[in-house]
């Protein structure tokens, strides 16, 4: 729908988190750079792009410096020597694991399963990404970092590594454990994490974190003004809302894809609602006319109907094909969103709403399902997308989700 984002030619475009990216410029300036740094946030909060960010600044030829908001020296990139070009070679992460994927389809079995998908661009950068299809760092991917590690670089200042997951293979987070009790001196290890709670805390304890931490949802718009102009201004300010304050997630937001998904999630919380009220005597099943239009084609009639026909309907389309984990994935996304702001509801901080379009079927779906239920669907949730990390049965843990759901809490 519109232009991928871009990546940045200098910090200056690199939004938000102002001071924690100045310290750690101030402190490549300063040559105190920790040998292991853990950056968390969201995703697309710009973890990866902060990571190749300061790869280019620590291996740039020219590495010219600044001064920072504070008047301190700050190291930046010149984004044109053969080092930086290279690294900003790798900015599309996702376009060159597929490249590196398909390379090892190619290769004959028994090869394959001792290939681990890495990206490499430039000698002394190694990107290490979730090895699919069970989306971890592995063991083999950890030990040719070890012994990358232990080789002098040989075209700039020090040899970096990044991890662009948290998710790792037991093994792997033992051996990857042992390299930063010693790191040699000319490394740099970034790990890139969503939840640094899945790392070992022994990992945890040995790196410097850095918090890429939420934008306000009004830099959001005013950045989806500049670089997406062609979104309507109504559609940007709910994108805004549900880019949960990460830039790069608002930037590549499809909303189609979004409306589409969570039309499919709202025929689960009817479902659930449906079963809810069937469950309380007499009570009342709201019809307030819905605001929400949705893509699925789903009847308003249907609303609150515990008929799970529909639902498994659903389902069932989850089922097959290439495209069945990103499809559930985004289902599951959009339920979370749906859940948080259900609880946003109940709490009363109906301002923070992310679904800001569909105020009031979330009003009558909040008046059907109790508080309780809504916390244990939330945590059933968090049980499906562990249960999708490690690519268990998708269909299965959906379907048994579904009826979970459905039960009377
Ligand atoms: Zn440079």
């Not at 490499?120 to 990404?129: C, E, K, R, S």
């Not at 640094?196 to 918090?211: F, H, Q, W, Y």
């Not at 800001?356 to 059907?368: F, I, P, Q, V």
Request: hydrophobic share 45%; proline share 6%.
């Amino acid at each position: 729908m519109d232009s991928a984002p871009t990546f940045p030619a200098s910090f200056d475009a690199f939004l938000g988190n102002q001071a924690a990216v100045e310290g750690l410029r101030a402190a490549i300036a300063a040559n105190r750079l920790p040998h292991s740094l853990i950056f968390s946030g969201a995703a697309g909060a710009g973890k990866y792009t902060l990571a190749l960010l300061l790869a280019m600044t620590v291996e740039c030829q020219r590495q010219p410096r600044k001064l920072s908001s504070s008047g301190q020296p700050i190291a930046s990139f010149c984004g044109s020597c053969s080092n930086c070009t290279r690294i900003a070679g790798a900015a599309n992460l996702e376009e060159q694991v597929e490249a590196a994927v398909l390379a090892r389809e190619e290769l004959r079995e028994t090869d394959k399963k001792e290939t681990r998908v890495l990206i490499q661009p430039h000698p002394d950068v190694l990107i290490l990404p979730p090895d699919p299809p069970q989306l971890l760092i592995k063991l083999g991917q950890v030990r040719t970092l070890i012994q990358r590690a232990h080789y002098l670089p040989s075209e700039a200042p020090r040899k970096i590594f990044i991890l662009t997951s948290a998710s790792m293979m037991k093994e792997a987070a033992n051996s990857l454990l042992k390299v930063l009790e010693e790191p040699p001196d000319t490394v740099l290890i970034l790990i890139l994490a969503e939840n640094p709670g899945e790392l070992l805390p022994t990992i945890r304890s040995r790196c410097a974190t850095v918090r890429l931490g939420a934008l306000p949802v009004e830099e959001i718009e005013a950045l989806l003004a500049a670089r997406r102009p062609g979104v309507p201004a109504k559609q940007r300010s709910l994108i805004a809302r549900l880019a949960q304050g990460a830039a790069g997630r608002a930037l590549a937001f499809d909303l189609d894809s979004y409306t589409a998904a969570r039309a499919d999630a709202l025929i689960f919380l009817r479902n659930a609602a449906g079963a809810q009220s069937g469950n309380k005597s007499g009570a009342p099943s709201k019809t307030a006319p819905s605001s929400w239009v949705g893509s699925s084609g789903v009847a308003r009639g249907q609303e609150l109907d515990p008929d799970h026909t529909a639902l498994f309907k659903m389902t069932e389309t989850y089922r097959a094909g290439a495209d069945g984990q990103q499809k559930t994935t985004a289902l599951l996304r959009a339920l979370a969103l749906l859940l948080e702001d259900l609880l946003l509801l109940d709490s009363g901080t109906p301002d923070l709403l992310r679904n800001t379009d569909l105020r009031a079927e979330l009003d009558r779906l909040s008046t059907a399902l109790p508080f309780a239920w809504i916390e244990s669907a939330s945590h059933a949730l968090d049980q499906v997308h562990s249960g999708l990390r490690r690519n268990l049965l998708r269909s299965l843990s959906l379907d048994a989700f579904a009826a979970q759901l459905t039960t009377p809490a």
